[in-house]
């Protein structure tokens, strides 16, 4: 089991930047593969970015590749989504997540915790 909860959300104009911070607890955090997604009103949520457990394999969405960078700290028990050059459409409630498995799915079922998720806004 492990206890996820995310911060850093905010309100921020297009072109501005924002740091999402994750903090687990529980099981040892370097066993988890981690992830973020998002959900923006009325929409289904969907997948951004995960991490491997090691760090060294990363995957994103193709909306915000070369926009948004994910990394972990395995030292801190902390995953983060660093979101540069934001755009409004990037509006959403960003949830972190966790899954045992070794592999990076996009697939929102295949993930096992969740955090309660942190609002994210951007202006235009």
């Known amino acids: 089991q492990v206890q996820l909860v995310e911060s850093g959300g905010g309100m921020v104009q297009a072109g501005g930047s924002l740091r999402l911070s994750c903090a687990a607890s529980?099981?040892?955090?370097?066993?988890?593969?981690m992830g973020w997604f998002r959900q923006a009103p009325g929409k289904e949520r969907e997948f951004v970015a995960a991490?491997?457990?090691?760090?060294?394999?990363?995957y994103y969405a193709d909306s915000v590749k070369g926009r948004f960078t994910i990394s972990r700290d395995n030292a801190k028990n902390s995953v983060y989504l660093q979101m540069n050059s934001l755009k409004p459409e990037d509006t959403a409630v960003y949830y972190c997540?966790?899954?045992?498995?070794?592999?990076?799915?996009?697939?929102?079922?295949?993930?096992?915790?969740w955090g309660q998720g942190t609002q994210v806004t951007v202006s235009s």
């Open positions: 991490i491997n457990k090691s760090g060294s394999n990363t």
């Open positions: 529980g099981r040892t955090f370097s066993s988890y593969t």
């Open positions: 997540a966790a899954r045992t498995s070794p592999f990076i799915v996009v697939a929102t079922a295949s993930w096992n915790y």
